[in-house]
């Protein structure tokens, strides 16, 4: 099965979407903060990026679900800064250190080389890692790229506080969305994460990510996902947030079928685990915690999807993570085990 992209590459679409996009960057309305800065013209907006791409890091990344890891690795590509500012943000270092990430910026061509050189090392997927405050950025990279034969599937791994205008214009573009739903409650989405109305706009966002999938994963003979919605839901510490009601929602509004990925890897980092104002985030979920969020999948009768293991969850995008046993399985392993 072909990438997306590759149909409108063909059918002379693909430089048309890009430039809608890259026009969105003119007043950046590209995220629901909706900040107005002319960024063309390298104005900063509040995701404190202006017109170039940032990019910390690129690399073969083993720590994703099977389905996308497979044996030799997403092709995961970090961009730096953010449009959140979540207090327990375990890539802190790269999302809110703007100053420093300025040093990291490229151009569209240098974003294009990379993707082609994570083809080239054999990874199965481009995975972009934070990508929304660079939407339109990643669009006329894979444009360049695929002039230049780049055939692997975009993965689009985000926090969810997406614009629907530009998920609309990726259509076609993006072959697998990795959406985080991170809240139930818009209080909690602006205590943690520093953003106003996020459950609101990250299920619109979730909404149109499914309308375009169709709600079906697809695998290829390998088992490796070439196209879909996999939506993440990390387990927060005093169930800060609201598994229950977004995993009710994604049943009655997207279906029960529709792939999910519980994980455990939470710790406490970044103001977390030292600013007395989070302390409810501020230790790892506990066992009893993990087996309620488990005894909900089955509660609430979802049935696609994976699961991280509790214990090898910790080691998560740890640097030594390669050495670990695999972390996720599939949610119908631990049906069959009485879990």
Known sequence: MDARYLTLLAENRLEERVGALEEMLRRC?????????DRLNDEIAACYSGRLPIVSSYTAHFGEEPCLSGTRGAGNIFFGNCNLRCVYCQNYQISQTWKQQRRNEVTHEQLADMMLELEARGCHNIGFVSPTHFAPQMARAICIAAKKGLR?????????????EVLRLLDGIVDIYLPDLKYADADAGFQYSKIRDYPQHARAAISEMNRQMGGELVFDDEGLLKRGLLIRLLVLPNDIAGLEENLRWIRNELGPRTAISLMAQYYATNKAGTDPRYILLSRRISEGEWFDAVS????????????????????????????????????????????
């Open 152 to 164: 692997l599937p975009i993965v689009y791994n985000t926090n969810a506080y997406d614009s629907v």
């Open 29 to 37: 309305n590209v995220c629901p903060k909706d900040c107005g800065n």
């Open 296 to 339: 909900l999948l089955d509660a609430l009768g979802m049935e696609e999807g994976f699961m991280q293991e509790y214990e090898s969850a910790s080691y998560y995008y740890r640097p030594d993570f390669n050495d670990k046993d695999e972390p996720f399985r599939d949610i119908r392993d631990f049906r069959s085990e009485g879990i």
